[in-house]
Antibody, heavy 121, light 110 residues
């Protein structure tokens, strides 16, 4: 059974940094692309970033490009999102999500329960 | 890329069928057969219901079906059940490793 467990969320001031982690189990982690998807309070879903199975290719939404960095450690089955220069509009529940294959097509068959990031002074 | 367009809400009675539309452009929905649909209950993570326009993951009831015509994709839920009440989001690959969502549709089972 696919299990994804996010951690690292919390309250941070505008301009600050935060690092999210996602511990994966129940599947061969390195053979699947992984993503972060967020949802602002009371709002819809927004794709944030994706990374290929081997970690060599990374992709970002325009809204976070240059501020966020996605990475993965396949030896530890862990996905990370380093978030810098945080803004109030980054406040959201952040979900770790597993693609159906090592292709980034928005077909996420596994999701964590999310971790809440609040950017406020 | 702008978000895909979905109706804010739809409703139906138990046993009836409802269809949720998702309108994009030739650069996303119309350009690729990579449209997915997600169901989200309050306070829960999204769940994949349909992928590649028409495909159902294992475990998803066959009451859920997907289709596409031009730049508009649709999710149809037949034989509505109370547990189907949730928010539904469409999602499309938009080329150049970009993925966009619709704004979401709230389904109410009357």
């Amino acid at each position: 059974e696919v299990q994804l467990l996010e951690s690292g969320g919390g309250l941070v001031q505008p301009g600050g940094s935060l690092r999210l982690s996602c511990a994966a189990s129940g599947f061969t982690f390195s053979t699947y692309a992984m993503s972060w998807v967020r949802q602002a309070p009371g709002k819809g879903l927004e794709w944030v970033s994706s990374i290929s199975g081997a970690g060599g290719n990374t992709y970002y939404a325009d809204s976070v490009k240059g501020r966020f960095t996605i990475s993965r450690d396949n030896s530890k089955n862990t996905l990370c999102l380093q978030m810098n220069s945080l803004r109030a509009e980054d406040t959201a529940q952040y979900y770790c999500a597993k693609e159906r294959a090592d292709r980034i097509l928005g077909r996420w068959s596994g999701w964590g329960q999310g971790t809440l990031v609040t950017v406020s002074s | 890329q702008s978000a895909l367009t979905q109706p804010r809400s739809v409703s139906g009675s138990p046993g009836q069928s409802v269809t949720i539309s998702c309108t994009g452009t030739s650069s996303d929905v119309g350009g690729y057969n990579y449209v997915s649909w997600y169901q989200q209950h309050p306070g829960k993570a999204p769940k994949l219901m349909i992928y590649d326009v028409t495909e159902r993951p294992s475990g998803v009831p066959d009451r859920f079906s997907g289709s596409k015509s031009g730049n508009t994709a649709s999710l149809t839920i037949s034989g509505l059940q109370a547990e189907d009440e949730a928010d539904y989001y469409c999602c499309s690959y938009a080329g150049s490793y970009d993925v966009i969502f619709g704004g979401g549709t709230k389904l109410t089972v009357l």
